[in-house]
Each structure stands twice: as structure tokens, then as C-alpha cells.
């Protein structure tokens, strides 16, 4: 066997098992991704909890995210965080803004999103509501840290949140948010006067696009051993003409 047929099947080979390992590895994401749906609906719609017991859930680490609750406070919009996101191809912000409770403690609740040119709160006086207020919403862990490097830092000096750091949130405030709560409430759908910010913006829907991803690794892999293997059998078969030709 001619050394450039032996590359060639080398090669063939390793594309075929690099097709393959990506294709295992879609199937083993589409696990994940499936376990991941079915603990979020499964949270989502379980009875609420009060916000003091999600707080000790959280303390022995039991798993809070999205799980409903009420906290009632009133709200410190002079200190309100812009979080970028883009809802339904629309740039724009969540508001996260801390709520004092009836004790004092410090809670930040996205109260939803505002487009760019309403990031401005003088821009939308109407949702700046004062007085107590009763939040029904979602639970929402802290992120401990950025996610990865391609995600920016946040833009304080701008008030620009690319990552929920609520650290860094707290770190706004004159007395740090003192004896603030380690996770987020996501407001539910509300009728906030004027519009702004509109509540119920937690995502609770997942692209689940693994099967298919699964799907076209393995066709390559498939495709690449076909056509590899109808070129082998081409090559000797030429090879073999041109012996016989020349004997």
C-alpha cells in the first residue's frame, strides 16, 4: 500500500472520529438541555415560597432558581441597575432595582425591561413608583463571577451591566446594600403606570436545537466515509488498470 493511500485513510479515519465526537457530543448537550427545561418548568410552577425561607434555601444550598416569590418593600429607583439584553431583536435594558423591605433588608428585583432611549429613568417618570409595593416574581441566583472573557465588563461609570454582578450592584449603594440578599427576584407581568419597565421579562425558554446539531455531525461522518470510501475504491481500481496496462 502506497504511503499517500495510508494518509489518506488516516485522515478519512480521524475526520470521521472528529465527526463523530461532535455529534456524541450534541446527544450528550440535548441530555442536559432536556434536564435543564424540565427543572425550570418544574420550579416555575411550584407553590410559592416566602422570600426569609428562599432565603435559608439558598443558605443550605438547595436549588431556588426560578422558583416563585413575594417580597414587599418599597423601591430605591436612585440606585436602579441597567442590565443590557436584546428582547425580541430590541436592544435594551432589565431595570434591577433594590427594594427595601419592612426590615430594612435590600433586595434587587428586575423590574423588567426599557428599550435604549428609555434607560434614562426621567424618561419614563410614570414607572417610578413610590410607596410600598408587593412583588410576585421569580427567584434568580447571583452569578459568583463573569460568565467567560468574551462577555465585557460591567460599565459602571455608564451604569452598564453586561453580567449580573450584584456585588458590584450593592457596591453602588452609600452603605453597600448593607444586609442585602444574595439573589435576585425577576418581577412578574405588571401594570406599571406609564409602561416602563414591562415585567415579566425572565426567560423561562430554552432553543433546544441539539437533535438536529446530533443529526448533521453524524451525516458528515457518514458522508465523509462514503465519499472516502467510494475514492479508495476509485484509486486502487486505477491503480490496478494501470498495472495490468503496463505488464
Keep these: 500500500m502506497r504511503i499517500s493511500t495510508i494518509i489518506l485513510i488516516a485522515c478519512i479515519v480521524i475526520g470521521f472520529a472528529f465527526l463523530c465526537t461532535l455529534g456524541f457530543w ?9 434536564a435543564l427545561i424540565a427543572r425550570v418548568e418544574a420550579n416555575r410552577t411550584s407553590d410559592p415560597i416566602a422570600f426569609d425561607a428562599m432565603a435559608d434555601r439558598l443558605k443550605a444550598g438547595k436549588d431556588i432558581e426560578y422558583r416563585p416569590v413575594r417580597v414587599a418593600g418599597s423601591f430605591l429607583h436612585e440606585y436602579e441597575a441597567h442590565f443590557f439584553v436584546t428582547q425580541n431583536g430590541r436592544p435594551g435594558y432589565h431595570v434591577y432595582t433594590p427594594l427595601r423591605r419592612d426590615n430594612g433588608q435590600i433586595v434587587f428585583v428586575n423590574r423588567g ?8 429613568p426621567s424618561a419614563r417618570p410614570g414607572g417610578q413608583i413610590e410607596g410600598r409595593q408587593e412583588i410576585a416574581g421569580l427567584a434568580r441566583t447571583a452569578p459568583p463571577a463573569k460568565p467567560n472573557s ?3 465588563n460591567n460599565d459602571l ?6 453580567w449580573k454582578s450584584l456585588n458590584q450592584m450593592l457596591g453602588q449603594m452609600p452603605d453597600k446594600g448593607g444586609n442585602a440578599a444574595l439573589f435576585f427576584v425577576d418581577a412578574g407581568p405588571n ?3 406609564g409602561g416602563w419597565p414591562q415585567g415579566g421579562a425572565t426567560r423561562i425558554s430554552f432553543p433546544n436545537s441539539h437533535l438536529q446539531y446530533a443529526a448533521t455531525w453524524f451525516g458528515l461522518a457518514l458522508t465523509l466515509l462514503g465519499v472516502g470510501g467510494f475514492f479508495l475504491r476509485a484509486r486502487a481500481k486505477a491503480h490496478k488498470n494501470k498495472q495490468l496496462q503496463s505488464a
Excluded: C, G, M, S
Design 157 to 162: 461609570a455608564k451604569n452598564i451591566y453586561y
Design 26 to 34: 450534541q446527544v450528550q448537550r440535548l441530555a442536559w438541555k432536556e
Design 191 to 193: 401594570t406599571v403606570p
Design 113 to 120: 425591561f426599557v428599550p435604549i432611549d428609555l434607560k434614562d
Design 150 to 152: 468574551f462577555v465585557p
